[in-house]
């Protein structure tokens, strides 16, 4: 099977890396606290799916619902500010009353929010990779967090907060397209992995994606097989969305593109004569490597290619797949010629193509090709 590399290249979706299973973590309606409440029983407010809540005060109560003594205007109330802070986007502070299997349980006037565990900052996990995710929530029992608001839907009595995209916008400003960063995986997805970067403090202030597509130059079928969660890498950002907070990355950008490569860079160089070992087409035949002379009759069959020809053939250092590839060169077409390496195992061949097309064009044409052989 013939591959052209860079042909897996693609735009990345982000998927809501948000709410997860927590979307739904109220299984009773939340109640307004009463003024002369004790704090520990605001606990007893929410019931959540993942499990029991854990404050950092024990409460022996099994109550479900708190007694809405202030009664609903006040809630209501509250339900209205928390749908402002939504829209305008405006932060606010907020203390950490308690915690479940899925997040934090947030203090919001008489309201209590949630905020799932990946919406943490991840300098929290990062700053103390040997602890469990519940142990770290512990620790922030009565902490005061700088908070935003994602969701906030009366009717369902869902409030959804996030702690990340609250300091979006003080990290943010100090990050532009093309810095590199040193950054630690959160989470690998079959779409990619999600890069923590780490910052000048040394802590792990924002998470950016890596697309699979932009993992390696070679092509990588599972994310899985390349990174694993918790392995420091180096990335470079090469797109920032901030009206949506998102950061893109690439860590193939890092190293030497192979789609522009010469003959004469990759062949291995003859250690007497100092110059590469290849052989030329010189009125003798090179034969193509197994498969590549159906794709040249093919190419022959598209618009603006005239004629193509094995040029020269030779080995390189490295096997870059034992499968066929074929890669674009980085010399642009001049005067109707262009060339193109196929490459298998460690051999390589130099196809000199005759055409009226550009470099954009060979590729659509090759791509179109790759598509009808086998």
């Known amino acids: 099977m013939a591959v052209f590399g860079g042909a897996n290249l693609g735009s990345v979706s982000f998927s809501s890396h948000l709410l997860n299973q927590h979307s739904c973590f109220l299984s009773c309606p939340l109640k307004l606290l009463p003024s002369s409440s004790n704090r520990t029983s605001l606990l007893c407010v929410v019931k959540s799916f993942s499990g029991s809540v854990t404050a950092g005060t024990d409460t022996s109560s099994d109550q479900s619902l708190l007694r809405d003594d202030a009664g609903p205007p006040r809630m209501s109330t509250d339900w209205k500010l928390a749908k402002a802070y939504c829209k305008s986007g405006d932060t606010f502070e907020g203390e950490v009353e308690g915690f479940n ?38 620790t922030l029992v009565g902490s005061i967090l700088p908070l935003k608001v994602v969701q906030a839907d009366e009717e369902n009595k869902k409030l959804i907060l996030s702690e990340k995209l609250a300091l979006w ?43 699979v597509s932009e993992v390696s130059w070679d ?10 969660d918790g392995d420091e890498v180096r990335v470079i950002v090469t797109n920032i969305d901030k009206e949506k907070s998102r950061i893109t990355l690439s860590i ?8 522009l490569e010469t003959l004469d860079k990759v062949i291995l160089k003859d250690s007497s004569s100092g110059s590469p070992s290849l052989s030329s087409n010189n009125g003798d035949t090179i034969d193509p490597l197994p498969g590549l002379e159906t794709i040249l009759e093919e190419l022959l069959q598209e618009d603006g290619i005239e ?11 490295r096997v870059v ?33 005759t055409t009226s097309l550009d470099q954009q064009g060979i590729k659509n044409a090759l791509q179109r090709v790759l598509e009808r052989v086998p």
């Open 101 to 138: 299997g899925g997040g934090l349980l947030i203090r919001f006037h008489s309201l209590v929010g949630f905020l799932p565990y990946p919406q943490l900052t991840p300098s929290r996990s990062c700053k103390e990779p040997q602890k469990s995710i519940h142990e770290i929530a512990k």
């Open 219 to 228: 092509y990588v079928q599972d994310v899985r097989d390349v990174l694993r």
């Open 169 to 211: 916008p003080k990290y943010s400003q100090n990050v532009n397209v093309g810095d590199v960063f040193t950054g630690r995986v959160g989470s690998v997805e079959d779409y990619g992995a999600f890069i923590h970067l780490r910052f000048d403090d040394g802590l792990y202030h924002l998470t950016g994606l890596v697309h």
């Open 321 to 353: 797949s034992q499968d066929l590839q074929l890669w674009l060169s980085n010399t642009p077409p001049s005067e109707g010629k262009f060339v193109l390496l196929a490459r298998a195992g460690r051999q390589v061949q130099e196809i000199h193509l």
């Open 307 to 317: 004629a193509v020809r094995i040029n020269r053939q030779g080995f390189e250092k």
């Open 252 to 259: 193939k950008q890092l190293e030497d593109d192979p789609l």
